[in-house]
């Protein structure tokens, strides 16, 4: 069974770093890119991040880009997210996903909570 | 990127069809056909439905069905049931590796 479990989130004050860690099982988690989407409280989602399976190219999404960085290890079956000098909007849940070729998430966690407050 | 466009809300009653729309440019839905769709109820994480416009994954229902025309994708339920009531999100492929999501709908079953 495919499975994702992500983990790391929590409450951060604002200009505060977190790190969230996505485990994933079940598939080749080298052959494919991987994502992170978020969903603030009562919102809709909103796509943060890729990074391409041998992690040799990340992409951003202009609200994080300079403030987040996407990794992987690939030996460890592991995907990550570095998240610093964060901000109130950037409360949301974040779900790690599986892209199934460039076209669609096909695979989702249950999310990681990250609260920036005061 | 700005989010593509959705109803807040559409309904209907139990047999009937409905269709949600998805509204992008040129830059995106009108550029791809890699535009998906994901069903989400409340409290959970998101489930896809469709992909590359009209492709069911395998145990998605017939009763879904995608389509695209220039910058506007169309989701149908059909044969509609209680357990369709949930919020559903497009995606489209936005070029360079990124992606942008549509505002999400409300489905209700009367």
């Known amino acids: 069974e495919v499975q994702l479990l992500e983990s790391g989130g929590g409450l951060v004050q604002p200009g505060g770093s977190l790190r969230l860690s996505c485990a994933t099982s079940?598939?080749?988690?080298?052959?494919?890119?991987m994502d992170w989407v978020r969903q603030a409280p009562g919102k809709g989602l909103e796509w943060v991040s890729s990074?391409?399976?041998?992690?040799?190219?990340?992409f951003y999404a202009d609200s994080v880009k300079g403030r987040f960085t996407i990794s992987r290890d690939n030996s460890k079956n592991m995907l990550f997210l570095q998240m610093n000098s964060l901000r109130a909007e950037d409360t949301a849940l974040y779900y790690c996903v599986k892209v199934r070729s460039q076209d669609a998430f096909d695979i989702w966690g249950q999310g990681t909570m990250v609260t920036v407050s005061s | 990127q700005s989010a593509l466009t959705q109803p807040a809300s559409v309904s209907g009653s139990p047999g009937q069809s409905i269709t949600i729309s998805c509204t992008g440019t040129s830059s995106d839905v009108g550029s791809y056909n890699l535009v998906s769709w994901y069903q989400q109820y409340p409290g959970k994480a998101p489930k896809l439905m469709i992909y590359e416009v009209r492709l069911r994954p395998s145990g998605v229902s017939g009763r879904f069905s995608g389509s695209k025309s220039a910058n506007t994708a169309s989701l149908t339920i059909s044969g509609l049931r209680a357990e369709d009531e949930a919020d559903y999100y497009c995606?489209?492929?936005?070029?360079?590796?990124?992606?942008?999501f549509g505002s999400g709908t409300k489905v209700t079953v009367l």
């Open positions: 995606c489209s492929y936005a070029g360079g590796y990124s992606y942008v």
């Open positions: 990074i391409v399976a041998t992690g040799s190219g990340t």
């Open positions: 079940g598939f080749t988690f080298g052959n494919f890119a």
